[in-house]
């Protein structure tokens, strides 16, 4: 914005000398503001509000240029190349509880890519990290079609719900949300009604069309804190299980891992991951690094967004074995 755009009470605030010395001695001289206040002869509070109202009226432009190594340098690659993806997308090593702000910069990129039109379809993962990205902003996708990549669960948290994740998301790119009312994992009489209910069959027809899927990458499940309660946690297979995606649980080859039930379990199979265009992984975090290589074998995704640390320990981890 110009200055002489700004209204005249505006411009008549602080004189445009005062925050042009303002803005010179803290962004190109790296004076602090208490120096900035002693010179001038204003208070520190006048300095913040100098700074402000410089970069209000384009006195002062900030960019923040993406480094090269995050994205197109060696480290994205040749965790791409020893994984056999299509693209990594690096952000910087994420820090706190929350995964959301940091990621979903990189899954932005990764979307961005996709070139999703109006009527595409994107599939959604349950799982607290593709939870956390939906409600970040992601881009502007209007007219895209929102679908659950797996049914409902017990487990009270809301990233358990997938229909959640799909109306959050849907709501922020603008998309179309379409909701999946059946649980992961029915009874045997249940599942087979699920089969021919219009609502359901019309979410599981999406999955086969998908151009695009956001999923998380659970770890081992025996490992894991919580289960869902449908897993059941003495099944010998899952000894051998080493993550899954979409509640399809996996071996450290990648190849799928049975257990009681999951022959009725409300997500895309295999074959149906393996066929998305775009299957973009979100995953971070050390316990993450044997489900993620294992996944990426598997098929079960041809993108992965995660951050500098767990690329590296992807990388180490897979040029060992």
Same mark, same amino acid.
């Given at each position: 914005?110009?200055?002489?755009?700004?209204?005249?009470?505006?411009?008549?605030?602080?004189?445009?000398?005062?925050?042009?010395?303002?803005?010179?001695?803290?962004?190109?001289?790296?004076?602090?503001?208490?120096?900035?206040?002693?010179?001038?002869?204003?208070?520190?509070?006048?300095?913040?509000?100098?700074?402000?109202?410089?970069?209000?009226?384009?006195?002062?432009?900030?960019?923040? +240029?993406?480094?090269?190594?995050?994205?197109?340098?060696?480290?994205?690659?040749?965790?791409?190349?020893?994984?056999?993806?299509?693209?990594?997308?690096?952000?910087?090593?994420?820090?706190?509880?929350?995964?959301?702000?940091?990621?979903?910069?990189?899954?932005?990129?990764?979307?961005?890519?996709?070139?999703?039109?109006?009527?595409?379809?994107?599939?959604?993962?349950?799982?607290?990290?593709?939870?956390?990205?939906?409600?970040?902003?992601?881009?502007?996708?209007?007219?895209?079609?929102?679908?659950?990549?797996?049914?409902?669960?017990?487990?009270?948290?809301?990233?358990?719900?997938?229909?959640?994740?799909?109306?959050?998301?849907?709501?922020?790119?603008?998309?179309?949300?379409?909701?999946?009312?059946?649980?992961?994992?029915?009874?045997?009489?249940?599942?087979?009604?699920?089969?021919?209910?219009?609502?359901?069959?019309?979410?599981?027809?999406?999955?086969?069309?998908?151009?695009?899927?956001?999923?998380?990458?659970?770890?081992?499940?025996?490992?894991?804190?919580?289960?869902?309660?449908?897993?059941?946690?003495?099944?010998?297979?899952?000894?051998?299980?080493?993550?899954?995606?979409?509640?399809?649980?996996?071996?450290?080859?990648?190849?799928?891992?049975?257990?009681?039930?999951?022959?009725?379990?409300?997500?895309?199979?295999? +074959?149906?991951?393996?066929?998305?265009?775009?299957?973009?992984?979100?995953?971070?975090?050390?316990?993450?690094?044997?489900?993620?290589?294992?996944?990426?074998?598997?098929?079960?995704?041809?993108?992965?967004?995660?951050?500098?640390?767990?690329?590296?320990?992807?990388?180490?981890?897979?040029?060992?074995?």
């Amino acid at each position: 914005m110009k200055a002489a755009d700004v209204a005249p009470e505006a411009q008549a605030r602080f004189p445009h000398d005062l925050m042009y010395a303002a803005a010179t001695q803290y962004y190109l001289e790296d004076a602090t503001q208490a120096d900035i206040a002693k010179r001038l002869g204003v208070s520190r509070a006048t300095v913040s509000r100098l700074l402000t109202e410089a970069r209000r009226q384009g006195i002062v432009e900030i960019k923040v +240029h993406r480094p090269a190594t995050l994205e197109d340098g060696p480290l994205a690659a040749n965790v791409a190349e020893a994984l056999r993806l299509r693209r990594v997308h690096l952000v910087p090593k994420v820090s706190g509880p929350a995964l959301g702000p940091w990621l979903a910069p990189g899954l932005a990129r990764a979307l961005a890519g996709v070139g999703l039109e109006s009527g595409d379809v994107v599939l959604v993962s349950s799982g607290s990290t593709v939870y956390e990205c939906a409600r970040e902003g992601l881009g502007q996708f209007p007219g895209v079609t929102i679908a659950p990549a797996v049914g409902g669960q017990e487990e009270p948290q809301p990233w358990f719900q997938t229909n959640e994740t799909t109306r959050i998301l849907a709501e922020r790119v603008g998309g179309v949300p379409s909701y999946l009312y059946a649980p992961a994992l029915p009874g045997p009489e249940l599942f087979y009604s699920l089969q021919h209910e219009p609502s359901v069959r019309k979410v599981m027809d999406l999955w086969a069309h998908a151009k695009c899927a956001i999923v998380g990458v659970g770890s081992a499940p025996l490992m894991r804190q919580v289960v869902p309660a449908f897993m059941p946690r003495d099944a010998e297979s899952l000894r051998e299980a080493v993550g899954d995606v979409c509640m399809r649980v996996y071996d450290r080859a990648g190849e799928p891992v049975s257990y009681p039930g999951s022959e009725r379990l409300v997500a895309p199979g295999l +074959h149906e991951l393996r066929r998305i265009p775009s299957s973009i992984a979100v995953a971070v975090g050390a316990e993450k690094v044997l489900s993620i290589i294992a996944g990426a074998r598997g098929g079960y995704f041809n993108q992965l967004v995660t951050d500098v640390l767990t690329a590296e320990g992807l990388l180490a981890a897979a040029r060992r074995s």
